[in-house]
T-cell receptor, first 115, second 112 residues
């Protein structure tokens, strides 16, 4: 059973470009979460999605950031017009449908560097 | 979700038990205690969780005090590969999946 997959693992973008980060959840998991970790800081929640629905986006910056989890295919975190402050590790996690808060399984992360 | 307090760092000799404390004095009756760890910039790894009873799995044991205001994660025989930042997280049971709120955690250094 493959784990959570993220690609690319490393992404370099110039200021003003767009960054697209992909996350494939574990098989059978219908909940996806995105977290961001700035250098030397802890992980911060960004957004929680189920198939075709955004459930909680309370941690998403209001501008330039968007996320989707389509019916088919991976979840996408999109950052438009990137700035140096967007440089961070972005982690995706997934969990199965369940009746109690279940553990989340994390991917290896995408390290975004904005030059 | 309840706030947690952990020591910023701890050391442990290889082969010894590592006991990582966590205070969660404002925990509510329907909140679970979860432990995750992050090994050197990798994705966080789930370790264990519990509500009020002590729990054990192949990785660790979780001891929750009777009043549930604190807990201890025990790695029975720490190895160098257990060097990581350990996060204690309290999550409300809403009946649906929910986000994790990470604090600053405890940086465990296992030494020879």
């Amino acid at each position: 059973n493959a784990g959570v997959m993220q690609n690319p693992r490393h992404l370099v973008r110039r200021r003003g470009q767009e960054a697209r980060l992909r996350c494939s959840p574990m098989k059978g998991h219908s909940h996806v979460y995105w977290y961001r970790q700035l250098p030397e800081e802890g992980l911060k929640f960004m957004v929680y999605l189920q198939k075709e629905n955004i459930i909680d986006e309370s941690g998403m910056p209001k501008e330039r950031f968007s996320a989707e989890f389509p019916k088919e295919g991976p979840s996408i975190l999109r950052i438009q017009q990137v700035v140096r402050g967007d440089s961070a590790a972005y982690f995706c996690a997934s969990s199965p449908r369940t009746g109690v808060p279940s553990e989340q399984y994390f991917g290896p992360g995408t390290r975004l560097t904005v030059t | 979700d309840a706030k947690t307090t952990q020591p910023p760092s701890m050391d442990c000799a290889e082969g010894r038990a590592a006991n990582l404390p966590c205070n969660h004095s404002t925990i509510s009756g329907n909140e679970y205690v979860y432990w995750y760890r992050q090994i050197h910039s990798q994705g966080p790894q789930y370790i264990i969780h519990g509500l009020k009873n002590n729990e054990t799995n192949e990785m660790a044991s979780l001891i929750i005090t009777e009043d549930r205001k604190s807990s201890t994660l025990i790695l029975p025989h720490a190895t160098l590969r257990d060097t990581a930042v350990y996060y204690c997280i309290v999550r409300v049971n809403t009946g649906t999946a929910s986000k994790l709120t990470f604090g600053t955690g405890t940086r465990l250094q296992v030494t020879l």
